[in-house]
């Protein structure tokens, strides 16, 4: 029998799942291992709570398998004790308490009323315990639909967009209950919409658009392929548009006013290269700085996502 808090490798392998006309997932093979917390990241619409679904048993793939340490989740022995999953605000009996909410749950799981008073001390909800949830703010039920999927004390946690309804403070406690749990060895999924909110939570990334993986590597990895930009402004509008064509900068140019206000935005150019030039060619340079490149700009590059933009498939819901 494998030990407790043991993660399992999570493994989806060439999963397709259409719904009609809608390819929601669409040959999408990633993995998500042991004692890492892996961001499963995309745009709305994308395809991720549809996979996550088919990893829990919930939903069969059309093609294409999602795998637990090799097994489907139908497959398992005791799936409640392998993984905990919250898929989305779960709904509570707004006339139970805290602990009798998980009461309910227990005996499926197979664990004690002390299990139930654990998990609601290890999400800090322990203090209002004996109060009704119907009362709950969204955060606190967040926190509630985290202590039941902790009940069975299960190596992997599969969690969509566990992040929504927390106040910062909040954020940054799910940020270091995750942490703690992935540095127990289990395998933590977690996914989200929006990179920025569990970029200081992930080791590793998934992204998915559209219902194809579009990038996987860790965060590090994935910071590494920022593009920094240089912005630029002249009163030398020909002198600058000169400039640029003479370095071979063209194909760089990511906001171009060269011809009217003498101002560029300059992709992979350093400032100190401009800068350079720019004296060397005797060019008067009235602003010259350099812009962080956040991690949000590479995720939203990657996923091809504009303002507003709907994903095709998206309105058929
Ligand atoms: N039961 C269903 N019937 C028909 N289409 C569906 C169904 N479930 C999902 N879809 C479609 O599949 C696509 C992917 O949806 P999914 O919910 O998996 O995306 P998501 O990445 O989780 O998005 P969100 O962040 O908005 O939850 C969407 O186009 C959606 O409309």
Redesign the pocket.
């Known amino acids: 029998m494998s030990r407790l808090h043991e993660g399992a490798e999570l493994a989806v392998d060439h999963l397709t799942k259409t ?2 006309a ?1 390819r ?1 997932v669409d040959d999408l093979s990633f993995t998500a291992r042991p004692g890492r917390v892996t961001g499963f990241l ?1 745009p ?8 996550l679904r088919i990893l829990l048993g919930l939903v069969r793939a059309t093609s294409g398998r999602a795998t637990i340490s090799g097994r489907t989740y139908g497959e398992l022995v005791r799936p409640t004790r392998t993984v905990g999953a919250a898929l989305e605000a779960a709904s509570f009996h707004p006339g139970r308490t805290a602990l009798d909410h998980l009461r309910v749950y227990a005996p499926q799981v197979g664990v004690d009323d002390r299990r139930c008073s654990e998990v609601l001390e290890l999400v800090g909800l322990d203090a209002v315990a004996g109060r009704r949830v119907g009362g709950f703010s969204l955060g606190m039920r967040q926190r509630l639909g985290l202590a039941t999927t902790l009940l069975g004390d299960p190596g992997v946690l599969v969690l969509d ?1 566990p992040a929504n309804g927390l106040d910062p403070e909040g954020i940054a406690w799910l940020r270091a209950l995750l942490r703690h749990l992935a540095g127990e060895g289990r395998t933590v999924l977690v ?1 989200s ?1 929006v990179l920025s909110e569990v970029q200081q939570t992930v080791d590793d990334v998934v992204i998915i658009a559209r ?1 194809t993986l579009v990038h996987q590597s860790s965060l590090a990895e994935l910071a590494a392929l920022a593009e920094p930009s240089v912005r630029v402004v002249s009163p030398d509008a020909r002198g600058l548009a000169d400039l640029i064509e003479s370095a071979g900068w063209a194909d760089r140019v990511a906001e171009d006013g060269t011809a009217s206000t003498g101002t560029a935005v300059l992709r992979r150019v350093a400032a100190a290269e401009v800068g350079a030039r720019a004296f060397a060619a005797g060019l008067e340079i009235h602003e010259l700085s350099a812009r962080e490149v956040g991690l949000e700009d590479t995720f939203l590059r990657l996923v091809d996502e504009r303002p507003g933009h709907v ?1 095709a ?2 309105e ?2």
């Open positions: 719904f009609g809608v929601a995309g709305n619409g994308a395809g991720k709570t549809t996979t967009e996914s919409h219902g994903q498939g998206e058929a819901r």
